[in-house]
């Protein structure tokens, strides 16, 4: 019996298939209710009968995946997975939240931050404690979006903070059915009880329970704004178009998106848009041949046809890339997929490859095929996520700023343990040469720019400190023009004893986005573990000390996610 979800249409410029169910209308007739009541009953008898099947093959599945989370599986034998540890403290799920009103109780909000929304992405269980494994990764996406005020043209006196799950298609599922039907992927995928999982997953195709063909991504990673359309997007699916009510900050899931048909399976979490040409840059990869496949869109959202890439060594995890004004840039790492493993040897789908080394690709921007793409060797760096990328000597150098995971093993499980430095790569297209330089001996990751700046040369970049991983302790500023001399920071903020944040933002504070550089705003949630309240806070980001300039006070706990955007006030308005 298959799962009443909702039928998709096209129904947006960007031709999101949008989520609405149709209720045929009731034709009146003039029946007796004795003949009523026959063909209700046949109706239901026919309907018993062809449910069955389909019926008990859902119930057996159900049964074997209890077995699986009771007996083969079990949680507590691996404590990296045990959603008892890995959802307790602020990583544990919240409620959505209609759209509430809070304080400012420090300073008061810069005038380029006024009207305008900050919104960030996360993992946010919907069934609150799983009764099998489960990895931070898991959790299905839930956007905290904060609303600001602007007296010229809201009716709002104060920010208003709205919670709300992505109406993607696993949950929706899962919300009808009340509990998880879909596997995790991330801590499920494990040796035997792996491949029962999937077992499982097929059966429940085959029953008409799931249809992948609805894809089965948890759209929690991150948001993206392109072509005036805002996108909730992760690695394992398309991206799921959602809408702010600029007048009262509610947050709604508008639906799944292909881009009319063209773009298939899913994409990057994290796209490049240029700031010049508005064109957005993006790639998916894939446990099989083409592992890599490039593409981009034009301005208006008309995708261009994709750019196989066949010359990776083996099916690398690759969660993010970056452009310059001429080339795509592709970090190979030693964090690989491989199913064969699980099969044989009863390890993970994702694993570590100590013998590869790791290497950056380089292809032109605008490649048909990939005839021209170099790849260049750089030992023992692993990369999640880019801070920028540019190109110097009128081309003939590509340098790439990012933060280097140099315990890469520890990404899927005991991610505390992790540690990243900030390196500058620089690669010689001319002679080959190679050289990486660490900018700060501090443990520092989720690095944000001035978007102006994406693919161009910058000066300044925004990272958090470890505290440890995924929470962020603080952030530093860091001036990539002292390159060289052992420490770039030029700017540092600590929360405090038992006070983390998330990823940083910067908001510049010029209309047009250029000028001084560094001439803005680094905003980001944070949160007090001893009296469990959440904030919103804006640092000057010139200042050495990034000063706190304003700060508001959260109706509701935000719990530690990943990737945010801060959209101003002219953009939410123009939203599509």
């Not at 429940?204 to 990673?221: D, P, W």
Request: glycine share 8%; hydrophobic share 40%.
């Amino acid at each position: 019996m298959e799962v009443p979800i909702a039928a998709m249409t096209f129904a947006h410029p960007a031709n999101v298939m949008t989520l609405a169910s149709r209720q045929p209308k009731s034709k009146r007739s003039h029946i007796s209710p004795a003949t009523t009541a026959h063909r209700n009953l046949q109706t239901r008898l026919a309907h018993h009968h062809r449910a069955t099947p389909a019926s008990l093959l859902m119930a057996i599945c159900n049964t074997v995946d209890k077995v699986i989370n009771r007996f083969i599986d079990l949680p507590e034998q691996r404590p990296t997975v045990d959603p008892r540890r890995v959802l307790s403290g602020n990583f544990a799920p919240v409620d959505e939240l209609p759209p509430t009103s809070c304080h400012v109780i420090r300073g008061s909000i810069p005038s380029c931050l006024a009207g305008g929304v900050y919104i960030r992405n996360g993992p946010n269980p919907q069934h609150r404690l799983p009764q099998r494994t489960h990895h931070l990764f898991d959790g299905d996406g839930m956007l905290h979006s904060l609303l600001l005020p602007s007296a010229s043209s809201t009716p709002l006196s104060e920010p208003v903070l709205c919670s709300r799950y992505v109406h993607t298609y696993k949950y929706l599922l899962e919300r009808e059915t009340g509990g998880p039907v879909l596997p995790n992927f991330f801590a499920g995928f494990h040796g035997v009880a792996g491949l029962a999982r999937a077992a499982v997953m097929i059966a429940r195709v085959l029953a008409g329970q799931i249809n992948l063909n609805k894809g089965f991504g948890l759209a929690n990673t991150s948001i993206t704004l392109f072509a005036d359309c805002l996108y909730a997007l992760c690695e394992s699916d398309l991206p799921y178009s959602i809408h702010i009510n600029p007048a009262n900050g509610e947050v709604t899931t508008l639906g799944r998106c292909d881009f009319g048909g063209d773009l298939s399976f899913r994409m990057t979490a994290h796209p490049k848009k240029d700031p010049v040409t508005m064109e957005l840059f993006a790639f998916r990869y894939n446990v099989f041949q083409p592992f890599i496949t490039y593409f981009w869109f034009d301005r208006a959202g008309s995708k261009v046809a994709d750019v196989p890439i066949l010359s990776l060594q083996k099916p690398s995890v690759m969660h993010d890339f970056a452009i310059t004004e001429r080339y795509a840039i592709f970090p190979e790492s030693q964090l690989i997929v491989n199913p064969m493993d699980m099969v044989m040897r009863g390890s993970s789908l994702v694993g570590l490859d100590r013998t590869m080394v790791p290497r950056i690709g380089v292809l032109p921007r605008y490649a048909k095929d990939e005839s021209d793409m170099r790849w260049f060797e750089v030992p023992g760096f692993n990369m999640l996520h880019t801070t920028n990328g540019w190109e110097e000597a009128d081309g003939e150098e590509i340098v790439l700023v990012a933060p280097n995971i140099l315990s890469i093993e520890h990404m899927l499980g005991n991610m505390e343990l992790m540690r990243a430095r900030v390196d500058m790569v620089r690669i010689n297209l001319c002679t080959g040469d190679v050289s990486c330089t660490a900018l700060s001996p501090e443990s520092l990751e989720f690095g944000v720019i001035h978007q102006g700046y994406v693919g161009r040369k910058n000066r300044y970049g925004y990272f958090g400190v470890s505290g440890p991983l995924p929470k962020i302790k603080g952030i530093r500023k860091l001036d990539f023009d002292l390159v060289g001399s052992g420490d770039c920071t030029v700017g540092r903020r600590d929360f405090g004893l038992g006070c983390f944040a998330g990823e940083p933002f910067f908001v510049p504070d010029n209309i047009d986005g250029y000028g001084n550089e560094d001439s803005g705003y680094v905003v980001c949630y944070t949160h007090e573990e001893d009296t469990g309240e959440s904030w919103f806070v804006v640092m000057d980001a010139k200042s050495p000390e990034l000063d706190i300039v304003a700060e508001v006070q959260l109706p509701s706990r935000i719990p530690y996610g990943f990737h945010g955007i801060f959209v101003k006030q002219a953009e939410l308005l123009a939203q599509q």
